[in-house]
């Protein structure tokens, strides 16, 4: 495509909701971490290779007994509250601004579980209850 000359309307992605297509045989719960597979569905947070976290997800999803991408999903990158992991994998204070790695759809750990792990987000904070993740994709990829 030639460079512009003249002025263009460029379309705008706008608000924070973000939407995507689904991975077959996939249920995501509201509130749950998403996930994005290699080959581009969501799918949600879970002890597996090749997936990159995207959000929140906002509302339940049923596509269990769908194709990849008979349904779409609404999400939300941000900072949420997870669980954090046990023992040696537990998250502390000192990992603030490191990766996380997804355990399930709500559940996050410090490593990569011995390379068997995606990276969910990026710590934000840990308190008592659990640990707080920015869900941003292109800087989870770029970590």
């Not at 249920?27 to 749950?32: D, K, N, R, S």
């Not at 040696?88 to 997804?102: K, L, N, P, R």
């Not at 399930?104 to 990026?122: E, F, L």
Request: glycine content about 12%; aromatic content about 6%.
């Amino acid at each position: 495509m030639p460079a512009l000359t003249q002025d263009r309307n460029t379309a705008r992605l706008q608000g924070d909701k973000r939407t995507g297509l689904v991975a077959a045989a996939t249920t995501l719960f509201a509130g749950a971490i998403v996930m994005r597979n290699a080959a581009g569905y969501l799918v949600e947070g879970q002890t597996a290779t090749g997936l990159v976290g995207v959000g929140r997800s906002e509302a339940r999803v049923d596509n269990s007994a769908g194709a990849n991408g008979d349904l779409r999903a609404e999400y939300l990158p941000g900072v949420f509250h997870f669980a954090n992991s046990a023992a040696a994998d537990a998250i502390a204070i000192g990992d603030i601004g490191a990766v996380c790695f997804a355990v399930d759809d709500q559940t996050v750990a410090k490593t990569n579980g011995s390379s068997t792990r995606s990276p969910a987000g990026i710590v934000e904070d840990v308190d008592a209850t659990g640990v707080w993740v920015r869900f941003d994709e292109a800087l989870t990829n770029a970590s």
